[in-house]
């Protein structure tokens, strides 16, 4: 079956300095999966960061930004300078390409960010 | 737009007695996702369904869960003799019929005790 790996938690990185959250996948079935990060927030519900359906494209939201590659069936999660307001949960997820609709979802195990002072 | 809603919030079984979760999707979107979230599994997909139709249900365990979606406004998942493995956050989310996001809902808590 499909399957995602990414980063173990909890990360801890200090206010202004980069992140990197790495994710990678397989997809048995699909040849070219949609790939996203969904963030869960303190005290929220999981909510869409960014989505990238197209291989070699890059998404970005929020200051975050990821890429998709295809040959080395990655996805990492990049921000140059992380904040407070960023602690949250971050999860890597890919679904089969449909068109107009949603698939089912594979997701990561998670990961936790904490930002800390410098 | 209130977002996808769920009920209960919380739910407390006895091992053996049977609990309804209910979503109601976020107006106008065509598709209905359920998934269950524990510490040792993570998030797992069990069942969808496409303008109520029920497209995918790989990831129900055959005995005991079924889903159902009676109407658009909302979808209901039966666990009948719960017992402890089942406790979770179970989730609901909808999609519209473009784009493919998925909108969560903030999850109903299942203790099996």
Redesign the interface.
Same mark, same amino acid.
């Given at each position: 079956g499909d399957s995602v790996t990414q980063t173990e938690g909890p990360v801890t990185v200090s206010e202004s300095e980069s992140l990197i959250i790495n994710c990678t996948y397989s997809a048995t079935s699909i040849a070219y999966p949609?790939l996203f990060w %969904?963030v869960r927030y303190p005290g929220e !519900?999981?909510?869409?960061l960014l989505?990238v359906?197209t291989a070699g494209q890059k998404g970005s939201s929020r200051g975050f930004e990821a890429t998709y590659n295809k040959e080395t069936t990655s996805f990492h999660l990049q921000k140059a300078s992380v904040q407070e307001s960023d602690s949250a949960v971050y %999860?890597c997820a890919l679904?089969a390409p449909?068109t !107009?609709? +949603? #698939? +089912?979802?594979?997701? !990561? #195990? !998670?990961t936790k960010v904490i930002p800390c002072l410098p | 737009n209130a977002g996808v809603i769920q009920t209960p919030r919380h739910k407390v079984t006895g091992k053996g007695q049977e609990a309804t979760l209910w979503c109601e999707p976020i107006s106008g979107h065509s598709a209905v996702f359920w998934y269950r979230q524990t510490i040792v599994q993570g998030l797992e997909f069990l069942t969808y369904f496409r303008n109520q139709a029920p497209i995918d249900d790989s990831g129900m365990p055959k005995e005991r869960f079924s889903a159902q979606m009676p109407n658009q406004s909302h979808s209901t998942l039966k666990i009948q003799s719960t017992q402890p493995q089942d406790s979770a956050v179970y989730l609901c989310a909808s999609s519209p019929s473009t784009g493919g996001e998925q909108y969560f809902g903030p999850g109903t808590r299942l203790t099996v005790l």
């Open positions: 949609n %969904y !519900g999981l909510q869409l989505k359906i %999860y679904g449909q !107009g609709f +949603a #698939s +089912a979802l594979t997701f !990561g #195990s !998670g | -």
